[in-house]
C-alpha cells in the first residue's frame, strides 16, 4: 500500500468515527451535593450520528464557575478556571510530548480539555466515568493498593513538571503561592477556622479527658498558628522544588480496576490551584486527606520511600540531568510540613472527608465570615471520628509544647 492509499484510508477511518450530529442531549449533575466545593459539576450525554451513520452515545463533564460572595473572592483571587484551563492547554500538553518523546506507555494521568470558554467560566471535558474511571469513597479513604498507585503517580507527575522547567516551558513565576501556606485570609478561614470548630467539638461531645487537649489548642494565637503554618513550606532555595498539583485528595483522583477490583490506572482532575513548591506538599496534602488513617500510621515510612522512588526513577526516565532528592531531602521535608498536614487533616478537612452529612463545609459561607461559620461541628461528634483524628491532635499539641519550651 502506498503513501497516497494509506493516507485516504486512515481520514476515511477517522471520519467515520468522528461526531457528525447530536440527536438528543441530557444534562444531571455528575457529582452529588457536598462533593464538590469550587465548581459545579455537571454531566451531559447524547445521542449523537457519526461520520458512517450509526447512532451511539457520547458523554462529556461540563464544569462551570460556582457563584456567591465568598467563591467570587476565591475566583477573583485565583482566577481559578483561567488557571486550569492554562495547565490543560500548555503543562499537561507539553507532558503528552514529553511522554511520547521518551516513550512512556504507561499512559496520561489526566483526562482530555474538549473546550474551555472564557467568558463563562466553562470547561468541557473527558466524561472519565465513561471510560470506567470511578473515585474512592471520600468517607472511606484509600487502602495500601490505591495509595501506592497515587504516590508513583504523583511522583511521575512531578518529574515531568521537572523536566519541563529545564527546559524552560514551565515557569514557577507564573503560579501563586499555595493558598493554605502563604496567604494569611485562607489560612485563617479554612485552617484556623477548622481548628477553632474542631475546639469547639471536642468541647461539646468528646468527653472530659479531651478538655486539657481542646484548652492547648485553644490558647495558639492566630499570628502564632499562621506563623508556624507558612514556616511549614518556607523552603530555602537548595531544596528541590517543582510545580504541585494543589489540590491531590479522594474527589480529585479517578481509578480504573482490573476485575478483582485492583487498581491499575488513575487520572488527577481539578488543576485550579497549581503551585511551586517542595513536591512533598501535595504528598502531605494526600496522605492525610485521602488515605484511611491507620493505612496511613502504618506505612508512612515505606509510603515516602515509595515516592521517592518514583520521582528519582521518573527524573531518570524523563532525562532530567539536575541535582536530584535524596530520601533523606524528602523525609526532613515531609517531617517540617507534618503540622500542616496534621492540622489541615484534624480541623477543616473532616466536614469534607469523613461525613456523609451534606453541607458540613460550606465554602462560600467560610470565606465570608472569616472561618467563623460555615462548620458543622456535628461532624467531630459522628462514630469513628474521634478515632481518626485524635492521634494527631495529640500529636499537634505536643508539637505546641515544644514551641514554648
Given at each position: ?351 469534607g472527608t469523613l461525613t456523609e452529612r451534606t453541607g458540613a463545609l460550606d465554602l462560600d459561607l467560610i470565606i465570608k465570615t472569616d472561618g467563623e461559620e460555615g462548620i458543622d461541628i456535628r461532624v467531630y461528634s459522628e462514630e469513628g471520628v474521634m478515632e481518626k483524628i485524635g492521634e494527631e491532635i495529640k500529636r499537634i499539641v ?8
Open positions: 500500500m502506498n503513501k497516497v492509499t494509506l493516507e485516504r484510508v486512515l481520514k476515511w477511518s477517522s471520519n467515520n468515527s468522528k461526531l457528525k450530529r447530536i440527536i438528543e442531549m441530557k444534562t444531571e449533575s455528575a457529582l452529588p451535593k457536598g462533593e464538590n466545593y469550587t465548581s459545579t459539576i455537571l454531566r451531559v450525554t447524547l445521542k449523537v450520528v457519526l461520520g458512517n451513520g450509526r447512532i451511539t452515545n457520547r458523554s462529556f463533564i461540563i464544569k462551570k464557575e460556582n457563584v456567591g460572595e465568598g467563591m467570587n473572592q476565591l475566583n477573583s483571587d485565583f482566577k481559578l478556571f483561567n488557571t486550569e484551563a492554562s495547565v490543560y492547554t500548555n503543562i499537561l500538553r507539553e507532558m503528552d510530548y514529553l511522554m511520547e518523546e521518551f516513550g512512556d506507555t504507561e499512559g496520561p494521568l489526566w483526562c482530555e480539555l474538549i473546550h474551555y470558554n472564557q467568558s463563562d467560566s466553562t470547561i468541557i471535558l473527558e466524561d472519565l466515568k465513561a471510560s470506567g474511571f470511578a473515585t474512592v469513597k471520600r468517607t472511606e479513604g484509600q487502602d495500601l493498593d490505591h495509595a501506592r498507585l497515587v504516590l508513583r503517580s504523583l511522583g511521575r507527575y512531578h518529574a515531568m513538571a521537572k523536566v519541563l522547567e529545564n527546559r524552560g516551558l514551565l515557569s514557577k513565576d507564573d503560579y501563586k503561592p499555595y493558598l493554605f501556606l502563604n496567604n494569611e485570609v485562607y489560612i485563617r478561614n479554612l485552617i484556623y477556622g477548622g481548628k477553632q470548630a474542631l475546639v469547639k467539638g471536642m468541647r461539646a461531645a468528646w468527653g472530659e479527658e479531651w478538655l486539657e487537649y481542646a484548652d492547648k489548642l485553644s490558647q495558639i494565637s492566630f499570628e502564632e498558628y499562621s506563623k508556624r503554618i507558612k514556616n511549614c513550606g518556607n523552603f530555602d532555595e537548595a531544596t528541590f522544588k517543582c510545580l504541585n498539583h494543589g489540590d491531590c485528595w479522594n474527589n480529585n483522583i479517578l481509578f480504573q480496576h482490573d476485575w478483582e477490583g485492583r487498581p491499575i490506572a488513575l487520572r488527577f482532575v481539578d488543576f485550579q490551584i497549581p503551585h511551586y513548591n517542595s513536591p512533598c506538599v501535595d504528598v502531605t496534602y494526600f496522605m492525610y486527606t485521602s488515605i484511611k488513617p491507620h493505612v496511613r500510621r502504618q506505612n508512612y515510612t515505606s509510603l515516602v520511600e515509595f515516592y521517592h522512588k518514583s520521582l528519582t526513577c521518573s527524573l531518570d526516565r524523563f532525562g532530567y540531568k539536575g541535582p536530584k532528592p535524596s530520601l533523606e531531602d524528602i523525609n526532613n521535608a515531609m517531617e517540617r510540613l507534618c503540622f500542616f498536614g496534621m492540622s489541615f487533616f484534624t480541623g477543616c478537612s473532616p466536614p505536643k508539637l505546641q509544647d515544644s514551641w514554648s519550651r
